[in-house]
């Protein structure tokens, strides 16, 4: 039995969002969305609600209390969403092109702390903060099809 009050829409005051490069693959822009948004729920842990459980007991794990936002660009789109994200100090997660080329976390991490900042091939970009902050970071990217 469903214990919950119910009330209208929630509107958040925050956004999770993540922005993919425009010319990924289907099967990419899955995976780098699933591994960017893992890094919030991690860091950020306000992201995530609480946990689910069935009306026959069954209990499920807890997942972002809140909608991602899928949004795609440019590699130019991109590379200027990350320099606001860092100049906002927003929390946020990387992909770059030179993970697909690897095959676990210790050589992911390496592979992007062998390039400075300024000269990753992002693919993917996950950020969260408040609304307006985050809008402005992905200024110039449109919502994914």
């Known amino acids: 039995m469903n214990t919950e009050p119910t009330a209208g829409p929630v509107r958040f005051d925050t956004k999770i969002a993540v922005l993919l490069r425009e010319d990924l ?24 609600g609480e946990p689910y459980e069935d009306a026959d007991g069954v209990s499920y794990l807890s997942m972002f209390r809140q909608p991602v936002l899928v949004f795609e660009g440019t590699k130019e789109t991109l590379t200027a969403a990350h320099g606001k994200a860092l100049s906002r100090a927003l929390p946020r997660a990387v992909f770059t092109s030179d993970l697909f080329g690897t095959g676990n976390d ?34 110039g990217a449109r919502m994914h099809p």
């Not at 693959?25 to 995530?48: D, H, M």
Request: net charge positive.
């Open 106 to 139: 210790r050589d992911n991490r390496a592979a992007v702390r062998a390039v400075r900042s300024g000269d990753l091939d992002l693919v993917g970009l996950a950020v969260y903060g408040p609304r307006n902050a985050v809008d402005k970071v992905l200024k």
């Open 25 to 48: 693959e289907p099967w990419q822009r899955l995976n780098v969305t699933a591994f960017l948004v893992s890094g919030l729920g991690t860091a950020v842990p306000e992201v995530i």
